[in-house]
């Protein structure tokens, strides 16, 4: 589990079913489960194949925690690596994250 020091960094902790909650429902209609994310948390996303990816969360009470801002992360670093993964397999141009620049 990577270790979510929101403390040091002032990032507030949301609950596993507020940060489900900021991911869109599926196609499907069925919205993201409080288990999904406590399996990003603890079993990271990414194909057996690759490096996973980890969700930051920490352990408040008895309660797994995360915060918007480490979604915002996660999220990001697994679009980049299925950006990666599918431009290896030939289809296409890594994206820039909103409101960055690419460098020449």
Known sequence: MLLLDYLATGETPICLAA???L???KSSGRPTS??????FI??????PSTEKIFL???KVGGSLVTSREAMQRFIQKCTLADQRR????????????AGS???A
């Open 86 to 97: 599918h431009q290896t397999a030939g289809s296409g141009e890594l994206m820039e994250p």
């Open 56 to 58: 930051e969360g920490a």
């Open 23 to 25: 991911i869109p429902p």
């Open 19 to 21: 940060a489900a909650a």
């Open 101 to 103: 620049s690419a460098v």
């Open 42 to 47: 603890r079993e990271g996303y990414g194909p």
């Open 34 to 39: 409080n288990r999904t994310i406590e399996r």
